[in-house]
């Protein structure tokens, strides 16, 4: 008989646990999000992914764009620096010519009791001696002209002409240094402005 008490008290628990679990399973089914709400959250993750794929993209042509401008830079960066050499020798020149200029000739002063052959020698001393100060003294600069200075052209006025040329946008845009892609945005907001 206890027996029959214990089982039926483990079934009538059994029961109530099942009830209890398929209630809760019941209402959690309710909250669960509706088919519509899941389609428009699927559609926004993809729109998302989509537009981060664009703007990677867009990024990484950028970067493409900018690595020839670094080389071009790294590359005047050298010219530059051989240019300030050359003037700071061109400098360290010009001020050793100028002390040489500064400092005295000297000539040979005979007494007046040298034979005439002592004379002619030292006259012939003081020509060269001439001759030398004229050689190292600077010549005296030409009258400057005035020349026209030429405007420097932008690259807007480059492409323009490039472009009324009939030239290339590949060939533009390896003479201006910038993109291809670039170029042709340009001529078309030149067509839309003009």
């Known amino acids: ?101 500064a400092e005295p000739v000297r000539t040979l002063e005979l007494p007046p009791e040298t034979s005439l052959a002592g004379q002619t020698a030292a006259n012939a001393y003081r020509e060269q001696s001439v001759q030398v100060q004229e050689s190292i003294a600077p010549a005296p600069e030409p009258k400057q002209h005035k020349l026209k200075k030429r405007a420097k052209k932008t690259p807007d006025e480059i492409l323009r002409e490039m472009t009324d040329a009939g030239r290339d946008p590949g060939e533009i845009a390896h003479t201006l240094g910038i993109t291809r892609e670039e170029v042709l945005l340009k001529q078309k907001l030149a067509r839309l402005s003009g």
């Open 1 to 101: 008989m206890e027996i029959l008490i214990v089982v039926f008290c483990n079934v009538v628990l059994l029961v109530v646990i099942y009830v209890t679990l398929s209630r809760k399973i019941a209402r959690a089914e309710r909250r669960s999000l509706p088919e519509e709400l899941q389609a428009e959250m699927d559609t926004i993750i993809t729109t998302f992914n989509r537009t981060a794929d664009r703007n990677i993209d867009l990024l990484d042509d950028r970067v493409r764009s900018l690595e020839p401008l670094v080389n071009r830079g790294e590359r005047l960066a050298g010219q530059l620096e051989g240019i300030v050499r050359r003037a700071e020798a061109l400098s360290k020149l010009r001020e050793k010519i100028q002390s040489q200029d």
